[in-house]
């Protein structure tokens, strides 16, 4: 078996492929208009990964390689930044209250997001 496995290659291809995915408006969303007010969603990105690469002879005298790796990665949704007028409030996803004082601050929030979710979905129906 020929030693396909380039480490230094294999991990500079990740990396390059991670900058690429985590930019400022892969963690600062698309600010979604609402009537007079501005919503800009933040999320927190969490990932991990690991790759390895051995060559090696057993007792016998057989050779081999062989190479590996693995990624996981987690995006939640952390705080949304509400824009109303001159009023500015960053409101946080988790602790209590937060969403509910978004929806009391944005009324017309959960259409918005129906109707967008209903334009991606004839936009999906279309190309296909």
């Known amino acids: 078996m020929a030693n396909n496995f380039n480490f230094s290659e294999n991990m500079s291809m990740v990396f390059e492929k991670l900058e690429n995915f985590l930019k400022t408006k892969t963690v600062v969303g698309e600010p979604i208009k609402i009537g007079d007010t501005t919503i800009v969603p933040f999320v927190n990105i969490t990932f991990g990964l690991g790759m390895g690469g051995g060559v090696g002879t057993d007792d016998k005298g057989m050779g081999g390689d062989g190479g590996g790796g693995g990624t996981g990665a987690k995006i939640a949704p952390t705080a949304v930044l509400v824009i109303q007028g001159d009023k ?5 996803i988790k602790k209590a209250g937060g969403l509910d004082k978004l929806l009391d601050m ?5 259409d918005k997001i129906s109707e967008k979710k209903e334009e991606e979905k004839v936009e ?4 296909e």
């Open 88 to 92: 500015v409030e960053l409101l946080p």
């Open 124 to 127: 999906k129906k279309i190309e």
């Open 106 to 110: 944005v009324p017309g929030i959960m």
